[in-house]
């Protein structure tokens, strides 16, 4: 089993700045956890992929919509994730989940691990 704790949500200004944490324990990083990630769900939604990052090779993705404002990033020795998100958009608002598992699972939002999601708010 491996548990996931999200934190670092809140209400940011639009063009503003937040960095979610994502830390990990129990039976962390073997062949089958071997990427976290993020997702979110706004009301009313479906929810999406965000990005993700394969803890082996470093290699990431990103959904298209968080290109180059989004970045994610690890801290080995603590199991966490991180999700810089710059330049904020009343769109981004939405509760944002982290996810572990293979990394097609992860991007495909079939993960078998989840949080309990952590709630990001945009005004404009």
């Known amino acids: 089993q491996v548990q996931l704790v999200e934190s670092g949500g809140g209400l940011v200004q639009a063009g503003g700045s937040l960095r979610l944490s994502c830390a990990a324990s129990g039976r962390t990083f073997s062949s089958y956890t071997n990427t976290m990630g993020w997702f979110r769900q706004a009301p009313g939604k479906e929810r999406e992929f965000v990005s993700a990052?394969?803890?082996?090779?470093?290699?990431?993705r990103y959904a298209d919509s968080v290109k180059g404002r989004f970045t994610i990033s690890r801290d080995n020795a603590k199991n966490t994730v991180y999700l810089q998100m710059n330049s904020l958009k009343p769109e981004d608002t939405a509760v944002y989940y982290c996810?572990?598992?293979?990394?097609?699972?992860?991007?495909?939002?079939?993960?078998?691990?989840w949080g309990q999601g952590t709630q990001v708010t945009v005004s404009s």
């Open positions: 996810a572990a598992g293979e990394f097609v699972t992860v991007i495909t939002g079939t993960a078998a691990y």
């Open positions: 990052l394969n803890w082996s090779g470093g290699r990431t």
